[in-house]
């Protein structure tokens, strides 16, 4: 039976039709799914939600209007809609109207929005609710931004009670209209998806609530700082859903972000707590949750409003443990800068092998444990760098540093990983670090061994690593991330140092040398 069919018999089996509308909306999917090419649902950011997740989304409202105006931004089939309709009439005392705006830009899903929407006016008629839809074949970044510009020419633009979104995710580039139309309205970012969210946030009436499932990826980092805190500013957040796996809320669509599904009221101050529940996306996981105090997930000191996301037990002891901890780099005297050369802009001057004249050039590939390991014999990367005139900013006097990687794959363990730069392994006058490296320094000066050492290890122990996950859902590691990171002390560290030794040793040994010192 094809989606159309089935939504019809569905509709005559004299069963509630709000029961059946998650499987209406999910068969339009599968059949949308089989029907467009993967290049088409990439192009318009096409991940859509599977019944299961809409629901738990839409159980998180918690409005009790007697009059709903609901927005759903990158409608899709309108399973959000539909699960919102669903959990709404299924209130003792449902509303008595619900009135749906949604917005799709792809014209071949016109036809499974219509047809939810017929489906939810349908069980709205059954328990004697109004139902209205407005479907809007348009740019909703271009009609949002519009709608907010305030000035002469603009309308007054709609208020909405509730938004319920999965939106669009990818970059929207500094030049791109919607950039433009952003900026106009004080709302820019280059990430589609948090150019949805400020927009939304724009619509809300005071006290309407929203429910977005997004990439984890605002929840720290300098490129999100604006957005963060427009949203913690105009909204207050009231329960945070966490994916355990990367894949699980989107199993079908190959989405590798972590996800989280935010609820949030606008402008509405007085909540101390949030909730934060977790599961791992699977159809039958009740999952657990936890509330914690407002201030445990965003700190009011924390001027990056980093927003942290504990989620087990031993999250919370790691994080117990590193919040004690008093120092920072910049309190250490130390400094984390971003390797200056890029390859693809220094290419005439990298060389593959080292030669007279040039001088080593560290990339992640050189890691070996402990200490970086030059030159790599195998592998494509390059390995020196011309020394003359033209390079001399992009390297470095070469000394003791401490390198991390700035992007780590999925498969690492952790998600910081750190390495010694040491100049008497190498025997070299200068280096240059690579783009995709941080190294950490003593005001552009090189480090001592034991202090390096120290650092080697906390950065690699898994109460770090435990601690940073919480804040960071993506697989990179910012120089900003590090600056905010809490170390132990100076002492501490060189006391940490004085037990690594040369070889490296292994994860346990590290993190047992690492409580130790902790909690000595
Ligand atoms: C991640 S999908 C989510 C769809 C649906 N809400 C769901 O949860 O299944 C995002 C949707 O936004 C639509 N979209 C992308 N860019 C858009 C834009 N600028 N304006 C309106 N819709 C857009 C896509 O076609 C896609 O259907």
């Not at 029907?35 to 950011?45: D, E, I, M, R, T």
């Not at 328990?127 to 907010?148: C, K, L, P, W, Y």
């Not at 603009?154 to 970059?171: E, L, T, W």
């Not at 130390?334 to 004249?357: D, N, W, Y």
């Amino acid at each position: 039976m094809n989606a159309e069919a089935a939504s019809i018999a569905e509709i005559q089996t004299g069963e509630p039709v709000e029961e059946s509308l998650l499987s209406i909306a999910d068969a339009l999917r599968a059949r949308f799914f089989a029907s467009v090419s993967f290049a088409h649902q990439k192009a318009f950011g096409q991940f859509l939600t599977p019944p299961h997740v809409a629901d738990l989304m839409a159980a998180m409202f918690q409005l009790r209007s007697r009059h709903v105006r609901l927005l759903d931004a990158g409608a899709g089939m309108g399973i959000l809609s539909a699960a919102f309709v669903r959990r709404q009439l299924q209130r003792k005392m449902p509303p008595k109207r619900i009135e749906v705006t949604a917005y799709e830009l792809d014209a071949m899903l016109l036809r499974g929005i219509e047809q939810t929407c017929e489906a939810c006016r349908v069980a709205c008629q059954q328990h004697g609710v109004e139902f209205s839809a407005t479907i809007r074949n348009t740019d909703f970044i271009a009609e949002a931004a519009e709608m907010q510009r305030h000035d002469f020419f603009s309308k007054a633009p709609p208020v909405f009670d509730a938004a319920i979104v999965n939106p669009p995710y990818g970059k929207l580039s500094t030049t791109s209209d919607g950039y433009r139309l952003l900026r106009a309205v004080g709302a820019e970012t280059t990430n589609l998806y948090t150019a949805f969210l400020n927009l939304i946030i724009g619509l809300l009436r005071p006290k309407g609530e929203l429910v977005a499932i997004t990439p984890r990826s605002f929840c720290n980092g300098p490129y999100f700082k604006r957005f963060r805190q427009r949203l913690l500013t105009e909204m207050s957040l009231r329960r945070i859903h966490v994916f355990e796996s990367r894949t699980a809320a989107f199993k079908h669509d190959d989405v590798l972000q972590e996800n989280v599904i935010l609820h949030a009221v606008k402008g509405h101050r007085d909540s101390r707590c949030i909730r934060v529940s977790q599961s791992t996306g699977g159809h039958h996981d009740a999952g657990q949750s936890r509330t914690f105090p407002t201030t445990e997930i965003v700190s009011p000191a924390d001027a990056e409003a980093f927003i942290h996301i504990p989620t087990s037990e031993q999250h919370l002891a790691a994080r117990g443990q590193v919040a004690r901890l008093e120092a920072t780099l910049g309190r250490l005297g130390l400094a984390v800068s971003t390797g200056r050369v890029v390859a693809f802009r220094a290419r005439e001057h990298i060389r593959q092998k080292p030669e007279e004249g040039a001088c080593p050039l560290i990339y992640p590939c050189h890691f070996g444990g402990l200490f970086v390991t030059w030159p790599a014999e195998r592998g494509r990367k390059p390995n020196a760098i011309r020394e003359d005139d033209q390079t001399q900013s992009l390297t470095i006097p070469a000394a003791v540093y401490v390198l991390t990687k700035r992007f780590t794959s999925k498969e690492e363990r952790r998600r910081i990983v750190a390495c010694i730069y040491d100049p008497v392994r190498v025997g070299s006058q200068r280096v240059g670090f690579e783009n995709h490296l941080n190294y950490i320094h003593a005001s552009g000066k090189g480090l001592d061994m034991l202090l390096a050492k120290g650092l080697w290890a906390y950065l690699n122990s898994s109460v770090l690593d435990l601690y940073f996950r919480q804040f960071n859902g993506h697989t990179q590691v910012n120089a900003t991330d590090l600056r905010n990171v809490r170390f132990p002390s100076a002492q501490q560290l060189r006391a940490i140092g004085h037990q690594i030794g040369d070889r490296g040793p292994g994860q346990d040994e590290i993190d047992q040398i690492v409580a130790r010192e902790l909690k000595a």
